[in-house]
């Protein structure tokens, strides 16, 4: 089992900035692609940013440029440092990760974490 515990929302204006960070731990042997997800109101959720455990990183279109994910892989920890913020991005931030353990490859997500850019 793999645990996931988000931390770092929060209300901004506009413009603001706020850092997401999350923190894997439990039973397992590695953890692969650590990303994260936010789901508005009555909207499906969906992906903002991911990285694999080499480096590489993928952005929705819509936070391209102003959101940067980092992970830490000593730590297993990942953050999402979010820049010039918005009102549409409020929404609740999922962390996700996809962990091996004995159970094979399976996804894991945290409790969400409440971000509200006011306008």
């Known amino acids: 089992q793999v645990q996931l515990v988000e931390s770092g929302g929060g209300l901004v204006q506009a413009g603001g900035s706020l850092r997401l960070s999350c923190a894997a731990s439990g039973t397992f042997f590695s953890i692969n692609d650590m990303g994260w997800y936010r789901q508005a109101p009555g909207k499906q959720r969906e992906l903002v940013a991911v990285?694999?455990?080499?480096?590489?990183?993928n952005y929705a279109d819509s936070v391209k440029g102003r959101f940067t994910i980092s992970r830490d892989n000593a730590k297993n920890t990942v953050s999402l440092q979010m820049n010039s913020l918005k009102p549409e991005d409020t929404a609740v931030y999922y962390c996700?990760?996809?962990?091996?353990?004995?159970?094979?490859?399976?996804?894991?997500w945290g409790q969400g974490t409440q971000v509200t850019v006011s306008s």
């Open positions: 996700n990760a996809v962990a091996l353990s004995r159970l094979g490859f399976l996804g894991y």
């Open positions: 990285t694999t455990s080499g480096g590489s990183t």
